[in-house]
């Protein structure tokens, strides 16, 4: 069975240091998120990607977050200069959806989670 | 402003019994419903989903149904099993047109006791 696959899976850093996550989608899958998850609470969308496109990263803190997926397959997430706040699960998700139309609860709206990546900032 | 409400943080069920599991909403523009359960250290694992067009959807063990009328939606899961605790948290997407962004609960920890 097709996975999206993380890496790593676990990463310490010192605050003020620069890190990178990386998300390989299910094939196929043109649609791409990245979120964030707080101990107690659900995931929260950072970015989304339409192939090589961002669709959305109003969530994103564009002052120390990046996030490219310049061939429309894999991504990577970057955090430069990793905050004690940003300890948490970084979690990527695919799903098949194309463009915006469509109807909605189709299979192709759902999201397929990651492993995650458990970051934690001393 | 929460839009998806999970207002049990846990459950406990008997192995065997039902496990009930709530989800309420306030924006009316959501119409697909989806919830995922997670383990420790892992993803959230799909699990089950529904349209707005319909107010039951069931798939073996489990059963979602959808109140549009009272923004409400809930996962039954018959008979319960260990394996089934976990976290579970409801998600809701909007109508076509929109990015189908996901928006989560805060989840609920179901227990199955032995």
């Known amino acids: 069975e097709a996975e999206v696959a993380q890496s790593p899976r676990y990463k310490i850093t010192e605050k003020s240091q620069a890190v990178a996550f990386w998300c390989d989608p299910i094939?196929?899958?043109?649609?791409l998120y990245w979120y964030r998850q707080i101990l107690g609470q659900g995931p929260e969308l950072l970015v989304q990607?339409?192939?090589?496109?961002?669709?959305?990263d109003s969530q994103l803190p564009k002052d120390r977050f990046s996030a490219e997926r310049l061939k429309g397959v894999d991504s990577t997430l970057k955090i430069q200069p990793a905050e004690l706040g940003d300890s948490a699960m970084y979690l990527c998700?695919?799903?098949?959806?194309?463009?915006?139309?469509?109807?909605?609860?189709?299979?192709?709206?759902?999201?397929?989670f990651g492993p995650g990546t458990r970051l934690t900032v001393l | 402003d929460q839009q998806v409400k999970q207002n049990s943080p846990s459950l406990s069920v008997q192995e065997g019994r039902i496990s009930i599991l709530n989800c309420d909403y306030t924006?009316?523009?959501?119409?697909?419903f989806l919830w995922y359960k997670k383990y420790p250290a892992e993803g959230p694992t799909f699990l089950i989903s529904?349209?707005?067009?319909?107010d039951k959807n069931e798939d073996g063990r489990f059963t979602v149904f959808l109140n549009k009328s009272a923004k409400h939606l809930s996962l039954h899961i018959v008979p319960s099993q260990p394996g089934d605790s976990a976290v579970y948290f409801c998600?809701?997407?909007?109508?076509?047109?929109?990015?189908?962004?996901?928006?989560f609960g805060s989840g609920t920890q179901l227990t199955v006791l032995p």
């Open positions: 998700a695919s799903s098949y959806q194309r463009g915006t139309s469509g109807t909605s609860g189709s299979k192709g709206d759902t999201q397929y």
């Open positions: 094939s196929g899958h043109a649609t």
């Open positions: 990607f339409q192939d090589e496109s961002v669709v959305d």
């Open positions: 924006n009316s523009m959501f119409d697909y």
């Open positions: 529904i349209s707005s067009i319909k």
């Open positions: 998600a809701a997407s909007p109508t076509p047109g929109s990015a189908r962004q996901l928006t």
